[in-house]
């Protein structure tokens, strides 16, 4: 009977361990997700300023947790990282802009809306879970590095 408690036990402590192993692995995969769904969306906004033949605004709002395109008068391809992925964002400045042109870069000077984007400089993005963490850098011209 002691020796059945004795396996009980270390089962009990095994299936413990491998499970807070799991969730850690979870929250991991769930930040990489959530990184490579930016790159997605960036992407696309690329390749709809690419197809349509004029400038795409690419606006990130990290207090908000949401990127979205703007094009042809409208707010397109909303994410929520916050309510659909369950990751937060975090970069400074808080939000930023990339306006990606119909030659498939983004223009910090964003002359087609007459305004300066915010992103003159390389921006690093976060996409945290639980203290786990991915990040990716955008230089100014919209390339992603760290993917």
């Known amino acids: 009977m002691v020796e059945l408690v004795f396996v009980i036990l270390i089962g009990s402590i095994l299936v413990s361990i491998a499970i807070a192993s799991f969730q850690n692995a979870q929250n991991r995969f769930a930040a990489k997700g959530a990184r490579n769904e930016y790159a997605t969306l960036q992407a696309r906004a690329r390749a709809r300023?690419?197809?349509l033949g004029q400038t795409v605004l690419f606006f990130v709002n990290t207090d908000?947790?949401?990127a979205y395109m703007f094009s042809n008068g409208a707010i397109s391809d909303v994410t929520n990282f916050?309510?659909?992925l369950n990751v937060d964002l975090r970069?400074?400045?808080a939000s930023f802009l990339m306006c990606m042109t119909p030659r498939g870069y983004a223009d910090p000077t964003c002359p087609a809306y007459g305004f300066t984007s915010t992103s003159s400089s390389p921006i690093?993005?976060?996409f945290w879970l639980n203290g786990d963490s991915s990040s990716v850098?955008?230089?100014p011209m919209g390339q992603l590095v760290g993917m």
């Open 64 to 66: 908000g947790d949401s």
């Open 124 to 126: 690093k993005l976060e």
């Open 91 to 93: 970069s400074t400045p």
């Open 137 to 139: 850098t955008i230089l």
């Open 82 to 84: 916050r309510r659909e």
């Open 49 to 51: 300023a690419v197809e």
